[in-house]
């Protein structure tokens, strides 16, 4: 039996990682946190600082900027890996010029294989104004595309904004082409 996939998204500071730790703690003691971030400077030294306060000493952590299937394929059975967040590595991948359909297929079949449960961090970005350059209006298409393909297949989804967490019900829906 593969394990579950669980999609949370909503806006920055919305309350999204404090419900992952919760989320994530219910499904097993062997814990994994897949970092996607990559440190550049000071204040972002800060951030994974207090994000690692906030999670404590009970998650083996690990940096993955990239190879986020390799990574799940590799969890071990029964786990729970926390993945934050997806635009982030979207971010990377962009800047990187990596192939970015080629990344979401290999994200997505390796969610469909994991033997640990998954929980997915990302924001939502499609929310706001139309972005004023090009680069940034491609990262929200990507962002939303990604979205729409991990929610048509995850088994849980929620939304997280302002500080409340809003379960929705997956169901079928059309996927960017």
């Keep these: 039996m593969n394990g579950r996939v669980v999609l949370i998204g ?20 062997q814990r994994l946190f897949v970092a996607t971030a990559e440190v550049r400077d000071d204040e972002m030294r800060e951030r994974v600082a207090l994000h690692r306060a906030e ?28 993945v ?10 962009l800047l990187a010029e990596e192939n970015i359909e080629q990344r979401v297929l290999e994200l997505t079949a390796a969610l469909a294989e994991a033997q640990a449960d998954c ?17 940034a209006r491609r990262f929200r298409d990507e962002a939303g595309c990604l979205h ?23 169901g079928p829906v059309e996927v960017c082409s």
Aim: proline share 4%; net charge neutral.
């Design 148 to 170: 729409q393909r991990l929610a048509a297949n995850c088994d849980e989804l929620y939304f997280a904004a302002m500080g409340c967490i809003l379960r929705l019900r997956p």
């Design 55 to 82: 999670r404590g000493a009970d998650w083996d952590v690990r940096e993955v900027p990239i190879e986020l299937a390799v990574e799940l394929r590799e969890a071990p059975r029964g786990a729970v890996v926390v």
């Design 10 to 29: 909503g806006g920055v500071r919305s309350g999204k990682s404090r419900f992952v730790l919760k989320r994530a703690a219910q499904f097993s003691d």
């Design 119 to 135: 929980v997915l961090v990302t924001n939502e970005v499609g929310l706001g104004i139309v972005p004023e350059h090009a680069l």
């Design 84 to 93: 934050d967040c997806l635009t982030l590595w979207l971010t990377i991948l």
